[in-house]
């Protein structure tokens, strides 16, 4: 499978965690939905996209590549590893539910990302 089978996926998928971060925000100040929804979306486009991607870049296709050639890709293995990689790089004990939203994150682009992924092709040299 040559990379740009995998381009859809690598594209598309680190936006699955624009709207989990938009909805973990909501309600958590005094000054309405409308404005906790505008704020959200405004740092998940700032900062979750970005670190989305690079995840992807940096932890997600290496560790899909490795599993590929193992021979042991399944969607729920890309998912564990999803949320598990973010929750590890966000945890901190005092702040538990940013780690939580980071795992969310992961697992909502793992879950984009399986379901973008070319179908493997047995017949295919």
């Known amino acids: 499978m040559k990379i740009r089978h995998l381009l859809p996926a690598l594209l598309v998928s680190p936006w699955a965690a624009v709207p989990v971060v938009v909805v973990s925000g909501l309600g958590s100040s005094d000054s309405g939905l409308a404005s906790d929804f505008a704020s959200g979306l405004f740092f998940a486009i700032l900062l979750a996209l970005p670190a989305a991607y690079l995840g992807v870049a940096c932890v997600g296709l290496p560790v899909y590549l490795l599993l ?29 539910r940013e780690g939580l939203v980071a ?23």
């Not at 890309?78 to 538990?96: E, K, Q, S, Y």
């Open 68 to 96: 590929r050639r193992l021979n042991c890709a399944s969607p729920l293995l890309l998912c564990v590893i999803g949320a598990a990689a973010p929750f590890a790089v966000f945890f901190d004990p005092h702040r538990l």
């Open 103 to 125: 795992g969310a994150c992961g697992i909502a682009v793992a879950a984009v990302t399986t379901m973008l992924l070319p179908k493997e092709s047995h017949n295919a040299p």
